[in-house]
């Protein structure tokens, strides 16, 4: 049963990315992490939900974090390796949540781009990037009259 749950994950991710030996997807509010090495694999405790705007529509990884997009937020989630015992408990991850932006989301999974300064995307808004400062910066804004106008 729990390998038909994470078949049907798979399958219907909306988006994902990796993290160095790991895929990430994402579904609704949801972002499932596959084992280590094993991209199709996900333990059932390996996952973070938190409450967003709606469906995370892209994500992106910049300094082995990922960064969540819905269409009108940016969340950030750092990612930190569980040190316990034994090798399965060595698969989860914990996740710490903090929402960047209500106001600039992401409009779909291809319009976002790792970089070596941070993450960067697209918003019906313009353009924007976040990175180690972890504050949302408009990158557009020298164009804006361009895209305002079409």
Known sequence: MLVSIIKLVILRARSF???PNRVVYAQRSVVYFSDVGQP????ADNFAEFQTEGA???LGEFNN???????TGVHFLAINQRVSAGPASANIVDVQHVRLSDKVGCVGPRSVC???FGVAWVSSRGVHMAGAGQQVQDISD???DYWDSG
Do not use: C, K, Q
């Not at 974090?65 to 269409?71: L, Q």
């Open 17 to 19: 990315d990796r993290l």
């Open 40 to 43: 199709g694999a996900i333990l």
């Open 56 to 58: 995370i529509t892209a």
């Open 65 to 71: 974090n990922i960064y969540a997009f819905t269409e």
């Open 114 to 116: 790792s970089t070596p």
């Open 142 to 144: 020298p164009i804006v």
